[in-house]
């Protein structure tokens, strides 16, 4: 009986042989699917099981993760006026499922499929799995935060993921910020206050501790001036000046001396209030709401 030595070597080549039929094979496979999908209803018909990809990998999942990611960016370089969606969940998610840590799926889940469609239905998945995949980075909340304010109008889960994202190592103080706003949109100042004196608490560089402070008596400004406007509406009638200030102080009023940005309360004519320091009050871009087909409100 002849008994077979086969050297590292020789068990690489083999190895090596088998992968690229493998890929031979899935490549007619996936090539045929994208190509009759163009001329069916049905895209249930062109479609394959993760499980069946990790057999093919033979064991190379990450190097057939690569593989499919070239051919799924080929697809929607050529399919982006239209592009079926769906599908490329399809794909994207096969890509995860032999690698999951591999970073450019989650991004252009995080972007093409809510710019695409004007719905976060697809990308959620994605970026929620980005976000479990890579706890450290604050990029994947970040997005998750955006896609919640701008697609789905949802300024409090935006701020949710805005400060999960601002907790995270090297965020940026944009974020921190970003998260304040949201909270001011929603109507919770004092949310936003507590969570700056947490974040102060937690950051030590120089730099984001003087950001974050100035964040906080930017937003301690603006709870101050409308607990103001909240009292001069009791006033019988308004003059629209600083003598309405002395008014509210002759019935007792306790007013600040200065505003927590360092500056003083300015009256406008209309009745409104500044801050002398600011000179304009803490207010939120709030972007028109978005349709399916992609145009704005605003533009149709």
Same mark, same amino acid.
């Given at each position: 009986?002849?008994?077979? +030595?086969?050297?590292?070597?020789?068990?690489? /080549?083999?190895?090596?042989?088998?992968?690229?039929?493998?890929?031979?094979?899935?490549? +007619?496979?996936?090539?045929?699917?994208?190509?009759?999908?163009?001329?069916?209803?049905?895209?249930?018909?062109?479609?394959?099981?993760?499980? =069946?990809?990790?057999?093919?990998?033979?064991?190379?999942?990450?190097?057939?993760?690569? $593989?499919? $990611?070239?051919?799924?960016?080929?697809?929607? &370089?050529?399919?982006? !006026?239209?592009?079926?969606?769906?599908?490329?969940?399809?794909?994207?998610?096969? +890509?995860?499922?032999?690698?999951?840590?591999?970073?450019?799926?989650?991004?252009?889940?995080?972007?093409?499929?809510? $710019?695409?469609?004007?719905?976060?239905?697809?990308?959620?998945?994605?970026?929620?799995?980005?976000?479990?995949?890579?706890?450290?980075? $604050?990029? *994947?909340?970040?997005?998750?935060?955006?896609?919640?304010? *701008?697609?789905?109008?949802?300024?409090?889960?935006?701020?949710?993921?805005f400060e999960i994202a601002a907790l /995270?190592?090297?965020?940026?103080?944009?974020?921190?910020?970003?998260?304040?706003?949201?909270?001011?949109?929603?109507?919770?100042?004092?949310?936003?206050?507590?969570?700056?004196?947490?974040?102060?608490?937690?950051?030590?560089?120089?730099?984001?501790?003087?950001?974050?402070?100035?964040?906080?008596?930017?937003?301690?400004?603006?709870?101050?001036?409308?607990?103001?406007?909240?009292?001069?509406?009791?006033?019988?009638?308004?003059?629209?000046?600083?003598?309405?200030?002395?008014?509210?102080?002759?019935?007792?009023?306790?007013?600040? !001396?200065?505003?927590?940005?360092? &500056?003083?309360?300015?009256?406008? /004519?209309?009745?409104?209030?500044?801050? =002398?320091?600011?000179?304009?009050?803490?207010?939120?871009?709030?972007?028109?709401?978005?349709?399916?087909? &992609?145009?704005? !409100?605003?533009?149709?």
């Open positions: 009986m002849k008994h077979w +030595i086969c050297s590292n070597s020789a068990i690489k /080549k083999v190895g090596t042989r088998l992968l690229l039929l493998s890929l031979f094979m899935l490549s +007619i496979a996936l090539n045929s699917q994208l190509a009759e999908r163009e001329d069916t209803a049905d895209p249930a018909l062109f479609t394959f099981s993760e499980k =069946s990809l990790q057999y093919t990998a033979l064991g190379y999942d990450h190097f057939m993760a690569t $593989w499919m $990611w070239f051919q799924t960016s080929a697809y929607y &370089g050529s399919h982006v !006026e239209q592009t079926d969606y769906d599908y490329l969940a399809h794909l994207l998610n096969a +890509i995860v499922q032999l690698n999951p840590k591999f970073e450019p799926v989650y991004y252009m889940a995080a972007s093409v499929f809510p $710019w695409g469609m004007g719905s976060t239905a697809l990308s959620r998945p994605f970026v929620m799995q980005a976000m479990i995949e890579f706890p450290e980075d $604050w990029r *994947w909340a970040y997005y998750r935060g955006f896609n919640s304010y *701008w697609f789905e109008h949802n300024d409090a889960q935006a701020a949710h993921f /995270k190592p090297n965020a940026p103080p944009l974020v921190s910020s970003l998260a304040l706003r949201m909270r001011a949109q929603a109507g919770n100042i004092d949310t936003g206050l507590n969570f700056l004196k947490d974040l102060l608490q937690r950051k030590n560089d120089a730099k984001v501790q003087a950001t974050l402070l100035q964040q906080y008596q930017t937003l301690l400004t603006e709870k101050q001036l409308q607990q103001l406007e909240s009292l001069l509406k009791q006033l019988p009638a308004r003059a629209n000046n600083r003598s309405d200030l002395q008014r509210l102080q002759a019935l007792g009023y306790a007013l600040p !001396e200065k505003l927590a940005d360092g &500056g003083q309360v300015l009256v406008l /004519k209309d009745g409104s209030l500044l801050s =002398s320091q600011a000179k304009k009050r803490f207010k939120l871009f709030v972007p028109a709401k978005r349709h399916k087909g &992609g145009a704005s !409100e605003a533009t149709r």
